[in-house]
């Protein structure tokens, strides 16, 4: 799949996408997702973890440029309608603030006839999000003397490491 980036997507109705300060739920999300066409859901949660490359991490800032990172969304679910015909249902929730250890970040759902179709929608649509999407993550840690710091983690040096941040 290639990301195009038309100008202006619109969404489809039976989509859901979204930014929100409020906690994801993964029975909302799965509703949302679910249609009587689906012979599978594939839901993907991003969550908080409690290290990054050795270091402790008590918690994630993130920051969107929610417009942008909204037309990303749409244009994630029109690339994948372009190569995956029968994709019945797109969910892509993100969440922004101050986030703990454990709690859900991202979630993704694809609704579709087929398994193999719904995972390779839904890797893309993560994929794409990650790469493309304008919101920014700050991690936090805690340090061995006691104090917090923190990096903005950037797209870039994601790329650049070849890790999958």
């Known amino acids: 799949m290639t990301t195009t980036f038309a100008s202006a997507v619109k969404p489809r109705a039976e989509d859901s ?6 906690p994801l739920s993964l029975e909302e999300i799965y509703a949302k997702s679910d249609d009587p066409a689906n012979g599978a859901v594939v839901l993907m949660s991003g969550m908080v973890r409690n290290q990054t490359d ?22 994630i679910a029109a690339d994948i309608r372009l190569s995956i015909s ?4 797109v969910v892509i929730h993100h969440r922004i603030g101050r986030l703990q250890v454990g709690e859900i970040s991202v979630l993704v759902a694809i609704g579709c006839p087929h398994r193999s179709e719904a ?10 999000l990650k790469h493309n999407a304008p919101i920014w993550k700050k991690e936090w840690y805690s340090e061995l003397n006691g104090k ?3 990096t903005w983690v950037s797209i870039a040096a994601c790329e650049q490491s070849g890790e999958n941040c």
């Open 17 to 22: 996408f979204a930014i929100s300060f409020a």
């Open 54 to 75: 050795g270091k402790p991490v008590i918690a994630l800032e993130y920051q969107a440029y929610e417009p942008m990172a909204l037309q990303i969304f749409y244009q």
């Open 148 to 150: 917090l710091s923190s």
């Open 86 to 89: 029968n994709v019945n249902r």
């Open 119 to 128: 995972f390779e929608a839904c890797q893309y649509a993560i994929d794409t």
